[in-house]
């Protein structure tokens, strides 16, 4: 039988439990077993298994070691765990090179548990194996692009144009990928339709899946070639009878930011798609940033043809789950050159997990903080507080993106959003948008906030339409990063703090966006700017949108009378005065505001307003248990003026008729009552007997009642829907369970291997 020729691998780009997998694979094909997978980690001496139809059980360690020394010293702390165990059979799989010499070693020092050498399998076997198996070296591409004869492919091609991408930089970038859905699709598409638009936010990862589908184009055979300025330089070199890729890096970056594209370039680059897409022997692979191309799109009509569905080639290189964010921050680690001390303080306490579930995760940021050069200035002790600083203000990210590279009247659309509500309807940030721009004497045209949101969407922003809300379509930020970078932007200028303060539509959420202290994710208003922001407000209160109804209006000076001081400032005493003054009759839904401000501010309204027939007026219109809140306020807050109205109205004969008309409601209704509602109104009921000094007894031993029958149907009705819900929730929380497990687990392995 013919050997297989060995393949020049280095099995040192993959990460300890992609080498395991790999030996997986390997042993089940060679040896036609089903293996057991162990997950990484402080495995008790097993990473696979197997389990033979007489019981026999076999044990396999994969260890992937740099030299014969390192391997040795690891095995010898095995032996004992091996003794334990006490297998049929122990096989080693090493990345190490053995000679004959160093197997003998390993067969006697697991004597009676390696029955023969044929079990011992080092680098050179390893490779035999790939060589019988070209499915699997496929599957494992890392390994596969890594090979000597592939890696000098790309090398020769002069990747990317760049000199400075020699062996060991590639090498090193193949290291630290983590495969993933993205690559998947991606590659899907490009195979499929022989051209691909990777687009993503800043630091997603654009450049380095674009690099990884080149080279595997390469290794096919294929020529590359870097477009760096415009399509041109492609027609130049494109061969008919040659396979080759080309690869057009931000291809709508400065040149469209700076000076729009040349004169047809967006012709002569469809044309070139075009070209592509029916020759069969090339491909071509775009980067650009989400919202560059939507600017282009707007300002370009060519690049919107449906000719060649350039939409449907946008991928989203985003979408990571927990596993995969923990694997490249892994990998990041175990490949970079930062000491071991920094390493161990992520992994000792687990604090690892803070940075892969953090909300601002980015794999730019992981990549910067696993760099030697990085980390010089911070001590091992600091540098997971550092990591999380860096992933909490990720402002470098979107600061150039913002000053430089969207519109003006996109800086604006996003600036109104990080003050309205996390998620708002899209009518109303546009109709925000409108009297900003009528402020600025209409600084932009009619089509500017339909083009600023196309150009911000999947990029700043995400639009959506909501379903429970009459299929409104709302817009909120891609990543709370976007709203913390705002927020630190907004709060160093104040001309743009009095600008939103000049041109806001909607006061609740405005005020709530702000803070004279500094809040965790509020602009910080400086003092000298604060008797400016009264002035605007207490002139525009009025005009705001969410005080035209008096419940709202009260709702939203409130707000304001606790954001300022008030004894400062006489803009506030004459607002307070004006719209408590133009309340004529109180009889309000929800009179907690009211109440609250008429206490707080007496001094100030005792002269504008009489007390006494406010809170009769209140008191007379308590008609229904909604209300009774109202009256408890008024005892609390007015003691005095309360006995006063108590001893002229028959408050009995009322409270008496609302908990009859509660007590026949709950009865007309019994079926859909909640217990825990019926339990809250009859505590309120009986603290208002109380305080009142009012007999409710009667009334209450029926509401009582009541609770005790739909307590006792509860008990024979199980809910289904409950039990469902249950077990989906258990299933969730299980599977995330076993995912932190699978994290820990691997994390382990750096404590040991680094």
């Given at each position: 039988?013919?050997?297989?020729?060995?393949?020049?691998?280095?099995?040192?780009?993959?990460?300890?439990?992609?080498?395991?997998?790999?030996?997986?694979?390997l042993?089940?094909?060679?040896?036609?077993?089903?293996?057991?997978?162990?997950?990484?980690?402080?495995?008790?001496?097993?990473?696979?298994?197997?389990t033979?139809?007489?019981?026999?059980?076999?044990?396999?360690?994969?260890?992937?070691?740099?030299?014969?020394?390192?391997?040795?010293?690891?095995?010898?702390?095995?032996?004992?765990?091996?003794?334990?165990?006490?297998?049929?059979?122990?096989?080693?799989?090493?990345?190490?090179?053995?000679?004959?010499?160093?197997?003998?070693?390993?067969?006697?020092?697991?004597?009676?548990?390696?029955?023969?050498?044929?079990?011992?399998?080092?680098?050179?076997?390893?490779?035999?194996?790939?060589?019988?198996?070209?499915?699997?070296?496929?599957?494992?591409?890392?390994?596969?692009?890594?090979?000597?004869?592939?890696?000098?492919?790309?090398?020769?091609?002069?990747?990317?144009?760049r000199?400075?991408?020699?062996?060991?930089?590639?090498?090193?970038?193949?290291?630290?990928?983590?495969?993933?859905?993205?690559?998947?699709?991606?590659?899907?598409?490009?195979?499929?339709?022989?051209?691909?638009?990777?687009?993503?936010?800043?630091?997603?990862g654009?450049?380095t899946?674009?690099?990884?589908?080149?080279y595997?184009?390469?290794?096919?055979?294929?020529?590359?070639?870097?477009?760096?300025?415009?399509i041109?330089?492609?027609?130049?070199?494109?061969?008919?009878?040659?396979?080759?890729?080309?690869?057009?890096?931000?291809?709508?970056?400065?040149?469209?930011?700076?000076?729009?594209?040349?004169k047809?370039?967006?012709?002569?680059?469809?044309?070139?798609?075009?070209?592509?897409?029916?020759?069969k022997?090339?491909?071509?692979?775009?980067?650009?940033?989400?919202?560059?191309?939507?600017?282009?799109?707007?300002?370009?009509?060519?690049?919107?043809?449906?000719?060649?569905?350039?939409?449907?080639?946008?991928?989203?290189?985003?979408?990571?789950?927990?596993?995969?964010?923990?694997?490249?921050?892994?990998?990041?680690?175990?490949?970079?050159?930062?000491?071991y001390?920094?390493?161990?303080?992520?992994?000792?306490?687990?604090?690892?997990?803070?940075?892969?579930?953090?909300?601002?995760?980015?794999?730019?940021?992981?990549?910067?903080?696993?760099?030697?050069l990085?980390?010089?200035?911070?001590?091992?002790?600091?540098?997971?507080?550092?990591?999380?600083?860096?992933?909490?203000?990720?402002?470098?990210?979107?600061?150039?993106?913002?000053?430089?590279?969207?519109?003006?009247?996109?800086?604006?659309?996003?600036?109104?959003?990080?003050?309205?509500?996390?998620?708002?309807?899209?009518?109303?940030?546009?109709?925000?948008?409108?009297?900003?721009?009528?402020?600025?004497?209409?600084?932009?045209?009619?089509?500017?906030?339909?083009?600023?949101?196309?150009?911000?969407?999947?990029?700043?922003?995400?639009?959506?339409?909501?379903?429970?809300?009459?299929?409104?379509?709302?817009?909120?930020?891609?990543?709370?990063?976007?709203?913390?970078?705002?927020?630190?932007?907004?709060?160093?200028?104040?001309?743009?703090?009095?600008?939103?303060?000049?041109?806001?539509?909607?006061?609740r959420?405005?005020?709530?966006?702000?803070?004279?202290?500094?809040?965790?994710?509020k602009?910080?208003?400086?003092?000298?700017?604060?008797?400016?922001?009264?002035?605007?407000?207490?002139?525009?209160?009025?005009?705001?949108?969410?005080?035209?109804?008096?419940?709202?209006?009260?709702?939203?000076?409130?707000?304001?009378?606790?954001?300022?001081?008030?004894?400062?400032?006489?803009?506030?005493?004459?607002?307070?005065?004006?719209?408590?003054?133009?309340?004529?009759?109180?009889?309000?839904?929800?009179?907690?505001?009211?109440?609250?401000?008429?206490?707080?501010?007496?001094?100030?309204?005792?002269?504008?307003?009489?007390?006494?027939?406010?809170?009769?007026?209140?008191v007379?219109?308590?008609?229904?248990?909604?209300?009774?809140?109202?009256?408890?306020?008024?005892?609390?807050?007015?003691?005095?003026?309360?006995?006063?109205?108590?001893?002229?109205?028959?408050?009995?004969?009322?409270?008496?008729?609302?908990?009859?008309?509660?007590?026949?409601?709950?009865?007309?209704?019994?079926?859909?009552?909640?217990?825990?509602?019926?339990?809250?109104?009859?505590?309120?009921?009986?603290?208002?007997?109380?305080?009142?000094?009012?007999?409710?007894?009667?009334?209450?031993?029926?509401?009582?009642?009541?609770?005790?029958?739909?307590?006792?149907l509860?008990?024979?009705?199980?809910?289904?829907?409950?039990?469902?819900?249950?077990?989906?929730?258990?299933?969730?929380?299980?599977?995330?369970?076993?995912?932190?497990?699978?994290?820990?687990?691997?994390?382990?392995?750096?404590?040991?291997?680094?």
């Amino acid at each position: 039988m013919e050997r297989a020729v060995l393949g020049n691998y280095d099995f040192s780009v993959l990460s300890p439990d992609e080498f395991e997998l790999l030996c997986k694979d390997l042993l089940e094909v060679e040896r036609d077993i089903k293996l057991e997978n162990f997950k990484a980690g402080k495995d008790g001496g097993i990473d696979l298994r197997y389990t033979s139809y007489k019981g026999d059980s076999v044990i396999i360690q994969c260890k992937r070691y740099a030299n014969f020394n390192s391997l040795k010293n690891n095995l010898k702390k095995e032996v004992a765990k091996v003794r334990v165990l006490s297998p049929s059979k122990y096989i080693i799989m090493t990345s190490v090179g053995l000679s004959p010499a160093n197997k003998k070693y390993i067969l006697e020092l697991f004597e009676g548990y390696i029955k023969s050498t044929s079990d011992i399998l080092g680098e050179d076997e390893l490779k035999a194996m790939l060589g019988n198996h070209k499915s699997i070296e496929r599957k494992h591409y890392k390994l596969w692009l890594s090979s000597t004869n592939i890696l000098q492919s790309i090398v020769n091609n002069n990747i990317l144009n760049r000199s400075e991408f020699t062996e060991q930089q590639i090498k090193n970038r193949i290291k630290r990928y983590v495969p993933n859905e993205s690559f998947s699709k991606a590659r899907e598409i490009l195979n499929e339709n022989s051209f691909l638009i990777l687009s993503g936010n800043p630091g997603v990862g654009k450049t380095t899946l674009a690099e990884m589908l080149s080279y595997n184009s390469i290794a096919k055979g294929y020529k590359i070639y870097e477009i760096s300025e415009n399509i041109e330089e492609a027609e130049k070199v494109f061969v008919n009878d040659e396979k080759q890729i080309f690869y057009y890096d931000d291809f709508l970056g400065r040149n469209f930011l700076e000076k729009n594209l040349t004169k047809n370039e967006d012709k002569r680059l469809l044309n070139f798609i075009n070209k592509i897409i029916i020759t069969k022997n090339k491909k071509l692979i775009m980067t650009t940033r989400e919202y560059i191309l939507r600017q282009a799109q707007q300002k370009y009509d060519l690049l919107k043809d449906k000719r060649i569905a350039l939409n449907k080639h946008i991928i989203n290189v985003e979408s990571y789950n927990k596993f995969i964010k923990a694997k490249i921050l892994y990998n990041h680690l175990f490949f970079s050159d930062i000491p071991y001390e920094y390493v161990q303080k992520l992994v000792e306490e687990k604090v690892y997990r803070s940075i892969i579930e953090h909300k601002n995760y980015n794999p730019r940021i992981i990549n910067l903080m696993t760099t030697k050069l990085m980390i010089e200035s911070i001590k091992p002790t600091d540098y997971f507080n550092e990591f999380l600083q860096k992933l909490d203000y990720p402002n470098d990210i979107w600061e150039h993106v913002f000053e430089n590279q969207i519109e003006e009247s996109s800086q604006y659309i996003v600036l109104l959003l990080m003050i309205l509500e996390e998620n708002t309807k899209l009518k109303k940030l546009e109709k925000n948008f409108n009297f900003l721009n009528k402020n600025l004497n209409n600084k932009f045209h009619n089509r500017s906030f339909k083009n600023g949101i196309k150009e911000l969407e999947k990029t700043f922003i995400i639009t959506h339409n909501n379903y429970y809300r009459n299929n409104e379509i709302y817009v909120s930020f891609q990543n709370p990063s976007i709203k913390d970078f705002l927020i630190t932007y907004s709060s160093q200028d104040d001309s743009i703090i009095e600008l939103l303060w000049d041109t806001a539509l909607f006061l609740r959420p405005l005020l709530k966006s702000f803070s004279l202290t500094d809040s965790e994710r509020k602009i910080k208003v400086s003092e000298s700017l604060v008797p400016q922001l009264v002035s605007i407000v207490a002139h525009r209160f009025e005009e705001f949108d969410d005080c035209n109804e008096i419940n709202s209006k009260l709702s939203c000076l409130r707000i304001l009378l606790e954001t300022f001081a008030v004894e400062k400032f006489h803009e506030l005493k004459e607002l307070i005065v004006r719209v408590i003054k133009d309340i004529e009759k109180p009889c309000l839904s929800k009179t907690a505001d009211y109440l609250f401000i008429i206490k707080k501010y007496e001094h100030i309204l005792a002269s504008h307003i009489n007390y006494y027939e406010v809170l009769l007026s209140i008191v007379n219109n308590v008609k229904e248990y909604k209300h009774l809140a109202d009256m408890r306020l008024i005892k609390r807050y007015f003691p005095d003026v309360f006995e006063k109205i108590k001893s002229e109205l028959d408050l009995k004969g009322t409270m008496e008729n609302i908990i009859q008309d509660t007590i026949e409601d709950t009865v007309a209704n019994e079926e859909y009552i909640n217990e825990e509602d019926l339990s809250e109104v009859i505590n309120t009921f009986s603290n208002v007997s109380d305080d009142l000094g009012i007999d409710l007894v009667s009334y209450l031993n029926q509401l009582e009642e009541l609770l005790s029958e739909i307590e006792g149907l509860r008990n024979y009705e199980p809910d289904d829907d409950y039990i469902d819900d249950r077990a989906d929730t258990y299933l969730e929380e299980e599977y995330e369970r076993k995912e932190d497990q699978e994290i820990d687990m691997l994390f382990d392995t750096l404590d040991t291997l680094l």
